[in-house]
């Protein structure tokens, strides 16, 4: 066994925000690669523009806020919020660079050529134009409403990420600043009526800047900009002030429209003394504007993604089939009854859990019902059925989490018309957010009382899990229902938390445990015994975890990972983690399950869940991770779950020791792609492809036969 460290210093870890800013790095080379259908290109360029607004308005505005307090706390990687906020504008220097190249020099063209063209009013004919104008008066201008910059005009408090135009004009030989804020009301693209096929579509900013004078009579208009601001978009609450937290948060909500400001993008032609007035107006800094040459909004171009046109443009349709267990079945509670069901997102269809409460809202023999509910979004399918099972007598019980990031608003919608149905809906408790995902039915059965129980990685939330790579369970086993009852009655009530006898909770036990099964597996190593560890989850930050899987890999233990995003450990660095690799999947579906595997001198455990290895999942969340026994289940995870992401060489990145990513060699023509293999092996199911067509990699993962790596 080679020479193992025995403390670990900062340079054995990377930088967390410069972590995530390498996914978004892995986002955007999505748009840049030309194998991708164009307008799917086009999604994982808004995406990018998506993630990097919120990356502003939370961790940048948080690293500002711990400079502004004198915070001099050091990171994993020994940074302070000072040398992180420098490290990461130089990173997001050349993440933009690389975004706005990939619209100029890839999209662009690559539409044009496909017939979707962005035009330029000044470029039009004297019928565009005139079409142009009509829609200015008829839509535009109507809402339009100047702001004069002067003593008697403050200027003007514009909303977080909302597009505006900075004017500069002439009136009586004197220069004046105005803006003029770009309705969000109005689509954000204009198309142009056109005959056939072709597409041609204008800016709406470009279309008001066209006619701006119309705004300011008897003024020159010397020139005109698009700008944007990000602020602070964090809520602040106090949940021990008396104040109801839906009250609470409703309060923030209005703020975070008003937050600081922490960003400043602008056209890249702006005058500086026009871009250093904002920045003064702004309170912010040299640092802290961005020069775009092109869209300053791209998240917004996805509405040019949506819809049905261009469908050569997208990537082939899919419709998941009705998992296999559940085929045919016209009662899914005896389903379950005769076996444990595992479920798999997007591939299998997430109307069967859709299907599970509806079944059971309707159901007289079901008593009642308790959910979790954290991202709902728009779909009304899953809140609908509590409401009905509430309306018709059962007793429902919702545990809404009014503070999941950016769908608080959605979240107190729907809490407030679940709570007019009569369901009785809970916060959760105080200083905690809610983010397992479960869901209890009791029912009463012909030969008794029964409780069936549904777990997952992912939301209930059928739009997303058509997007999500996720992983469910159905069971009515009674230790999974034992411990679903006493989960809520934890959330709901007032009373200790009891160890179950198959969950595992945070902040409770969930990571001691996990250091525990990881230390276990050192131990194992050491003895000769078959170790290894495999874990999928979005993000990888907690330091005890990470030197847990540092002393796991100098004891020999093969260790793969698969993490999506942030990932603040360093694999293959000699004497450290040479036995640790670390892969990310960015493809047509954004991962999301989180599976561990633990060897167990080859008598593997195997969980599923709701939580990352990241220290806000362990002590600041309610989390539920569970195993799964049932043998066929199991092979089910090892086989595909796992082995087969572990083989992808077409989607995959892997994590170099200094923090950047590369594209694994494939070892095979074409190289396996796992989201597909996944549609296929789903299709070849559903009576589409035929099984034995859908090429595999090497059966199994060789788990059992793991030994230690000395």
């Given at each position: 066994m080679s020479e193992v460290l025995k403390s670990f210093e900062p340079g054995h870890f990377i930088n967390r925000e410069l972590s995530w800013l390498e996914f978004n790095q892995r986002v955007l080379n999505e748009a840049r690669d030309g194998s991708n259908p164009l307008l799917e290109r086009l999604k994982f360029f808004c995406i990018t523009g998506s993630n990097l607004d919120e990356f502003f308005e939370v961790r940048v505005a948080g690293l500002k806020e711990q400079i502004d307090s004198h915070?001099?706390?050091?990171?994993?990687?020994?940074?302070?919020?000072?040398?992180?906020?420098?490290?990461?504008?130089?990173?997001?220097?050349?993440l933009v660079q690389?975004?706005?190249?990939?619209?100029?020099?890839?999209?662009?063209?690559?539409?044009?050529?496909?017939?979707?063209?962005?035009?330029?009013?000044?470029?039009?004919?004297?019928?565009?134009?005139?079409?142009?104008?009509?829609?200015?008066?008829?839509?535009?201008?109507?809402?339009?409403?100047?702001?004069?910059?002067?003593?008697?005009?403050?200027?003007?408090?514009?909303?977080?990420?909302?597009?505006?135009?900075?004017?500069?004009?002439?009136?009586?030989?004197?220069?004046?600043?105005?803006?003029?804020?770009?309705p969000r009301v109005l689509p954000p693209v204009v198309k142009?009526?056109?005959?056939?096929?072709?597409?041609?579509?204008?800016?709406?900013?470009?279309?008001?800047?066209?006619?701006?004078?119309?705004l300011f009579p008897g003024t020159k208009i010397l020139g005109h900009w698009h700008f944007r601001v990000t602020r602070n978009s964090e809520l602040y609450i106090d949940e021990q002030d008396g104040v109801s937290l839906r009250k609470a948060v409703e309060n923030e909500l209005h703020n975070r429209?008003?937050?600081?400001?922490?960003?400043?993008?602008?056209?890249h032609d702006c005058p500086e003394g026009i871009r250093h007035a904002l920045l003064g107006t702004l309170r912010l800094g040299p640092e802290d504007v961005t020069l775009i040459d092109g869209p300053l909004n791209p998240a917004r171009l996805m509405a040019l993604y949506e819809g049905s046109h261009s469908r050569e443009l997208r990537d082939p349709p899919f419709t998941a089939p009705v998992p296999l267990a559940l085929r045919g079945e016209t009662d899914i509670f005896a389903a379950i009854r005769r076996q444990d069901i595992l479920l798999h997102h997007p591939y299998e269809t997430f109307n069967s859990v859709v299907e599970f409460l509806e079944t059971s809202a309707r159901d007289p023999r079901v008593l009642a019902i308790k959910q979790t509910l954290y991202?709902?979004?728009?779909?009304?399918?899953?809140?609908?059925?509590?409401?009905?099972?509430?309306?018709?007598?059962?007793?429902?019980?919702?545990?809404?989490?009014?503070?999941?990031?950016?769908?608080?608003?959605?979240?107190?919608?729907?809490?407030?018309?679940?709570?007019?149905?009569?369901?009785?809906?809970?916060?959760?408790?105080?200083?905690?957010?809610?983010?397992?995902?479960?869901?209890?039915?009791?029912?009463?059965?012909?030969?008794?009382?029964?409780?069936?129980?549904?777990?997952?990685?992912?939301?209930?939330?059928?739009?997303?899990?058509?997007?999500?790579?996720?992983?469910?369970?159905?069971?009515?086993?009674?230790?999974?229902?034992?411990?679903?009852?006493?989960?809520?009655?934890?959330?709901?009530?007032?009373?200790?938390?009891?160890?179950?006898?198959?969950?595992?909770?945070?902040?409770?036990?969930?990571?001691?445990?996990?250091?525990?099964?990881?230390?276990?597996?050192?131990?194992?190593?050491?003895?000769?015994?078959?170790?290894?560890?495999?874990?999928?989850?979005?993000?990888?930050?907690?330091?005890?975890?990470?030197?847990?899987?540092?002393?796991?890999?100098?004891?020999?233990?093969k260790i793969d990972l698969l993490v999506r995003?942030?990932?603040?450990?360093?694999?293959?660095?000699?004497?450290?983690?040479?036995?640790?690799?670390?892969?990310?999947?960015?493809?047509?579906?954004?991962?999301?399950?989180?599976?561990?595997?633990?060897?167990?001198?080859?008598?593997?455990?195997?969980?599923l869940g709701s939580s990352d290895w990241m220290s806000r999942n362990f002590f600041r969340r309610i989390e539920a991770v569970f195993p799964v026994e049932d043998p066929e289940l199991r092979r089910r995870v090892m086989d595909e779950f796992l082995a087969i992401p572990l083989k992808d060489e077409a989607r995959a990145w892997v994590l170099q020791p200094n923090g950047s990513y590369r594209r694994p060699r494939p070892a095979t023509r074409p190289p396996l792609r796992s989201q597909t293999y996944f549609i296929k092996l789903a299709s070849g199911i559903a009576g589409g492809t035929p099984k034995a067509k859908v090429r595999r990699p090497p059966a199994r993962l060789g788990l059992r036969k793991t030994r230690a790596r000395r």
């Open positions: 915070v001099e706390i050091r990171g994993l990687d020994g940074l302070t919020p000072a040398e992180t906020l420098r490290a990461v504008h130089e990173r997001i220097a050349r690389d975004q706005y190249e990939c619209w100029r020099e890839q999209l662009l063209p690559g539409l044009a050529a496909s017939g979707i063209h962005f035009v330029e009013p000044k470029d039009l004919n004297e019928a565009d134009l005139a079409w142009l104008e009509n829609y200015f008066r008829a839509q535009a201008w109507p809402v339009l409403t100047p702001l004069a910059i002067d003593p008697v005009h403050p200027f003007p408090q514009l909303l977080n990420k909302s597009l505006n135009i900075i004017v500069q004009l002439e009136k009586e030989k004197l220069r004046h600043l105005a803006v003029v804020q770009v142009l009526p056109r005959e056939g096929e072709r597409q041609d579509y204008i800016f709406l900013g470009k279309v008001i800047g066209y006619f701006l004078n119309s429209r008003k937050g600081d400001a922490v960003r400043l993008e602008i056209d991202r709902t979004g728009g779909d009304t399918r899953i809140v609908g059925a509590l409401m009905e099972a509430a309306k018709s007598g059962k007793q429902v019980t919702a545990v809404v989490e009014l503070r999941a990031r950016f769908d608080e608003a959605n979240n107190i919608q729907w809490s407030r018309r679940l709570e007019e149905a009569g369901v009785h809906v809970v916060y959760g408790l105080v200083g905690y957010k809610i983010h397992c995902k479960v869901c209890l039915i009791v029912r009463q059965d012909e030969d008794g009382l029964r409780r069936y129980v549904h777990l997952s990685t992912g939301n209930y939330n059928p739009t997303t899990a058509r997007l999500y790579t996720d992983t469910g369970f159905l069971t009515c086993h009674p230790d999974y229902g034992e411990d679903a009852t006493n989960v809520f009655n934890l959330i709901t009530g007032i009373g200790h938390f009891q160890t179950g006898k198959k969950l595992l909770l945070s902040p409770f036990q969930l990571h001691r445990q996990m250091i525990a099964f990881i230390d276990r597996e050192a131990e194992n190593a050491r003895r000769g015994q078959p170790a290894r560890v495999i874990a999928k989850m979005n993000a990888l930050s907690d330091g005890q975890i990470i030197e847990a899987l540092y002393r796991a890999s100098g004891a020999g233990v995003g942030i990932c603040c450990l360093k694999p293959g660095v000699r004497h450290l983690s040479e036995n640790i690799t670390v892969r990310s999947i960015v493809d047509r579906f954004l991962e999301h399950s989180r599976i561990f595997y633990f060897e167990n001198g080859g008598r593997p455990d195997i969980f």
